[in-house]
């Protein structure tokens, strides 16, 4: 339960750190191109006076600086990483990352963000942006999965990164039928049929050899209708690398992208683990549950925050992009149940106000609107941990994605009782 919990906590602390991303890939420099917001990468074990040390030279070197107002803005963000570092006794273990500057606002922004592993590198840049690599490289979706799918004169090679499933790669040949007549010219045709065969399969080879020693894959599915597939593995056409990484074969009924979803479904136990494999077990209990308890699933905000408010909610679903605010409708001086909803536009809160002026001049009084909170998913995030409703997140890339918002508007729930 501690440890549900525990990766429960940093699903969400992942996706808190992509929204900051996000954020801090909008900003620049307050003309847009002077190099004057600073990042500055810190590994683990670095002494925090090795830093200060750094930032003083900075200091100095900016003040030899022509412009007065670049001057000035670099100045400013690096004092105020010199009076921050004071407050830190000792680098994280998995290091720091400092982000200070007068960006296009206008006004001074400073980030601390303690990465989710430990970085590596060391660096200190002064830029138009801030420098966010090293965190976007952590945040990736490292599992890949490869995919070769095979018949006699087509195969489909493809690759599953993340929840993102694409093919790379179609191929096809010519290997005749087989010779119907007998004779001498039928075992000269059959040893045609049998070179041609063997040339495709190499070449299918080849190609997934081109494709995947390129890429840090960590395992490799095989499949397809017929019995192409283990002559494959077994004329060895693949790779020692590409061989040990062979973790399946699958029947499929067919190739292309079809073929691909098809293998992935059918070798759903042999990658369990994978982000894909995860969210299609809960898009398909969500889809099973509605059809035989339909009573026991909640969907769209308003279903989705009532539950929680009753504390029926034993677990939430949600698409990591959902955007909206939550805002908060009520009668002044009137004793009536407050609305609670979520909007994603000026337009919607314009038409959330007419409803309100309708609903308080039946009580001859004005509507209270309110912001409750600024981020949907920070919202009901935080009611969800307050009843014990476990949380599942649904990361923008991918058909589960598509699935899910079409299917639930991007939130849902499934509910302890009805």
């Not at 990042?39 to 750094?54: D, G, R």
């Not at 894959?217 to 020692?240: Q, R």
């Not at 504390?311 to 679903?317: N, R």
């Amino acid at each position: 339960m501690e440890q549900e919990a525990y990766k429960e906590d940093m699903e969400y602390k992942k996706f808190q750190l992509k929204k900051l991303v996000q954020e801090l890939d909008k900003k620049t420099a307050v003309d847009g191109h002077s190099t004057t917001l600073v990042t500055v990468i810190i590994p683990p074990s670095t002494p925090i006076s090795e830093i200060s040390e750094l930032i003083r030279q900075e200091i100095s070197t900016a003040a030899r600086i022509k412009s007065r107002t670049t001057r000035k803005h670099v100045q400013t963000a690096l004092s105020s990483i010199q009076s921050r570092l004071r407050y830190w006794h000792k680098v994280p273990k998995n290091g720091l990352i400092i982000y200070a500057g007068i960006t296009q606002e206008g006004k001074l922004e400073y980030y601390e963000v303690v990465p989710p592993k430990p970085v590596k590198i060391k660096k200190y840049l002064c830029d138009a942006k801030f420098d966010t690599s090293v965190l976007k490289e952590m945040l990736q979706e490292k599992d890949k999965y490869g995919i070769i799918l095979l018949e006699r004169d087509e195969a489909t090679i493809g690759l599953l990164d993340g929840t993102h499933v694409e093919v790379i790669k179609e191929l096809t040949g010519y290997v005749p039928s087989k010779h119907s007549k007998g004779g001498q010219s039928a075992r000269r045709f059959e040893r045609l049929i049998e070179i041609a065969y063997h040339d495709f399969l190499k070449k299918v080879g080849e190609e997934a050899n081109k494709i995947f020693l390129q890429m840090d894959i960590k395992g490799l599915i095989v499949g397809g209708p017929g019995f192409a597939k283990e002559e494959f593995i077994d004329g060895n056409y693949l790779d020692y690398r590409l061989r040990e990484k062979i973790i399946g074969i699958v029947t499929t009924q067919y190739l292309s992208e079809e073929g691909l979803r098809e293998a992935l479904e059918e070798a759903k136990e042999l990658i369990r683990d994978s982000r894909y494999a995860k969210e299609r077990e809960i898009y398909e209990e969500l889809m099973s549950l509605s059809i035989r308890s339909p009573e026991l699933v909640a969907y769209g905000f308003r279903e989705v925050n009532n539950a929680l408010d009753q504390g029926k909610v034993d677990k939430l679903v949600i698409v990591e992009d959902l955007k909206g605010k939550i805002i908060r409708i009520y009668c002044k001086n009137v004793d009536i149940d407050p609305i609670e909803t979520m909007v994603t536009s000026d337009i919607e809160i314009n038409k959330m106000k007419e409803r309100a002026k309708k609903i308080c001049s039946k009580y001859q009084s004005e509507p209270v609107i309110e912001v409750v909170s600024e981020d949907v998913v920070d919202y009901l995030f935080e009611k969800a941990k307050k009843t014990g409703a476990k949380v599942e997140f649904i990361s923008p890339e991918g058909e589960i994605h598509d699935m899910f918002r079409s299917a639930f508007k991007g939130i849902a729930a499934i509910l302890r009782y009805a």
